[in-house]
Each structure stands twice: as structure tokens, then as C-alpha cells.
């Protein structure tokens, strides 16, 4: 390429110098400036056709074929099954035996205002005046409402000057015996529906139709005992069981350290007692003996002396 120009420059230096002097001619330096400024543009336009493919290359990524699996959009899991259960909760406090009655009666009290929709007591008895004085309530209520009341025991019994000794929760899944119950009701209604299909047809004996009466009659019966089995697993789910038991606690607890000093002054407190009790008891059997025995006694001597004699 730079062969053809350079040429091409001498030719028109030669045109040139054939052309008449009058005409407007271009210097040699002109010329020479005109060659070069033709090389630059030529070499400019050769670099840049030389650099496009590259720049093209570099700007226009390769289109190269995916070949990974595409990976299916995970469903999401199924939810496990909820179970039924019938919860029991089981708590032991204790609390001296001057404010486990107090205690006792508050709780007892807190289930009754609630009312029965809420909580009702089941049982209730206490003993406080026993050498072993304790007392046991027994509620059942709503879930929630007992979640809440025993949520507060800990610091009734701190409250009290005791503390919370132990906390039992127990479940039981009735989940089984809820289906068992409702699928066993389904088939008896089934059943007995075909039966009385059977009834409704003419024709048979005397005996045939007693005989389905009968078995309408137990039908009835299963179906009525499943009914109650379903109603009763339902009422357990749906209510929950507390127990509370209240102990001796203070001085006289079961860890206390005082507690063997504290029950000996007791037991010689009682003893003492016992004992005045025996003689105030044999006071009052013996006395009456000794008065009587005195009164006889004071009688017989007095008989037995002798008269004054007078002088002669």
C-alpha cells in the first residue's frame, strides 16, 4: 500500500513539472507534505480496520450453548397434621402453713369469679391444722385461661413466703380415638340407614321384621355410646386439667435446715401437753374419789372417839 502511493506522489510531481508555468503549480515541499499526510491517513485507517475486529471481538461476548439442567421450583412441604391433645398440668408449692390456707382460698377464689366458661373447680379439700397440714385444688378450664393462671403461680407462692416446688405437664394424644370414634358413628349411621331401607320394602315374616327392630335397637344403642365416646375426647381437648398442691414450707420445710430442731420443740410441746391432759384427766377421775374417801375417813374417826368423862 505504501508502494502504490509513493508512486502515485512521483507521478504527480511529474505531471506537475509537464504542466505550463503559468498554472497554479504546488511546491515540492508541498508535495512532500501532501505524501506524508496521505501515508498517515493510510497507516490511521489500516490500524483502525486492524484494531475493529479486535474491539469486536472483546465487546461482543461469545454465544456459547448452556448445557445445565434446568432445575424444576421446589413445592413447598405439606404441613404436618395437628394433633389433639388433652394436656394436665401438675404443680406443687411450698408455703407456710399460716398462708397455705390464704393461698388456697385466692386461687379457689380467681377460678370461680372467672366463671364457668373459664374455669370450674372439680375438687378441693386441705387440712391445715394436721401435723403434716397441706391442701390440694383441682381445676379444669379453658387452655388459654389456665395458660395464664399458672403462668402467675410462681410468684403467688413467693408472694406467700414460699416457692414453687414442682411443675409437671403431661399430654395425651386423643388424636386416634377422635377418628376411631367419628369414623365408628359414620358406619353405624350407615348401616342402620341400610336397614331401614330393608324395613320399608313389603313383604317378609313377623319374626324378620322384629329381628331388624332388634338390630336397629343396638344400632341406635352404638351409635348413641360413640357419640358420647366423640363428644367426651372433644371436651378433654378442649379443656385443660390443673392440679395444685399446696405443702408445708418456712421453717418447717422439707429442706430447711431447722427443720429437725423446729419438729423435736414441736413433738415436746405436744408431749407436754399430752401429759398435762393425762393428769388433768386423772385429777378429774380422782378427785371425787379422794373427797369421798376423806369425807368417810373423817366420819369414822370421829365416831371411834372416846366421849370426855365429867368429875365426880
Not at 503559468?22 to 501515508?39: F, G, L, M
Request: hydrophobic letters at 45%.
Amino acid at each position: 500500500m505504501r508502494k502504490a502511493l509513493m508512486l502515485a506522489a512521483a507521478s504527480a510531481l511529474v505531471l506537475s513539472a509537464c504542466q505550463p508555468a503559468d498554472a497554479t503549480t504546488d511546491t515540492p515541499y508541498e508535495a512532500a507534505e501532501a505524501v506524508d499526510a496521505s501515508a498517515a491517513a493510510t497507516e490511521s485507517a489500516d490500524t483502525a480496520a486492524a484494531r475493529a475486529p479486535q474491539a469486536l471481538i472483546k465487546t461482543t461476548p461469545p454465544a456459547i450453548a448452556s448445557t445445565a439442567p434446568e432445575v424444576a421450583p421446589l413445592s413447598p412441604a405439606p404441613l404436618a397434621p395437628i394433633a389433639r391433645i388433652a394436656y394436665a398440668f401438675s404443680y406443687v408449692m411450698s408455703v407456710p402453713s399460716d398462708r397455705g390456707a390464704e393461698l388456697m382460698s385466692r386461687h379457689e377464689y380467681a377460678c370461680v369469679t372467672a366463671g364457668p366458661g373459664l374455669c370450674q373447680v372439680v375438687s378441693a379439700n386441705a387440712d391445715w391444722a394436721s401435723r403434716s397440714p397441706g391442701g390440694r385444688l383441682e381445676l379444669r378450664g379453658q387452655p388459654e385461661w389456665i395458660n395464664r393462671f399458672r403462668a402467675g403461680l410462681a410468684v403467688d407462692a413467693q408472694n406467700a413466703g414460699g416457692r414453687l416446688e414442682e411443675a409437671l405437664t403431661e399430654g395425651e394424644d386423643v388424636t386416634g380415638g377422635i377418628d376411631a370414634a367419628a369414623t365408628g358413628a359414620k358406619t353405624t349411621a350407615s348401616l342402620a340407614e341400610r336397614i331401614r331401607e330393608l324395613q320399608r320394602r313389603s313383604g317378609g315374616t313377623l319374626a324378620q321384621r322384629l329381628e331388624i327392630e332388634r338390630q336397629l335397637a343396638d344400632l341406635q344403642r352404638q351409635y348413641d355410646a360413640q357419640q358420647l365416646q366423640l363428644k367426651a375426647l372433644n371436651d378433654r381437648v378442649q379443656s385443660a386439667r390443673l392440679t395444685l398442691e399446696y405443702r408445708e414450707g418456712g421453717v418447717l420445710g422439707a429442706n430447711s435446715p431447722t427443720r429437725p430442731v423446729a419438729r423435736a420443740l414441736s413433738d415436746a410441746f405436744g408431749l407436754s401437753m399430752g401429759m398435762l391432759a393425762v393428769l388433768i384427766t386423772a385429777g378429774s377421775v380422782l378427785l371425787p374419789v379422794a373427797v369421798i374417801g376423806g369425807a368417810v375417813w373423817w366420819a369414822v374417826v370421829r365416831r371411834r372417839k372416846p366421849a370426855p368423862t365429867t368429875a365426880a
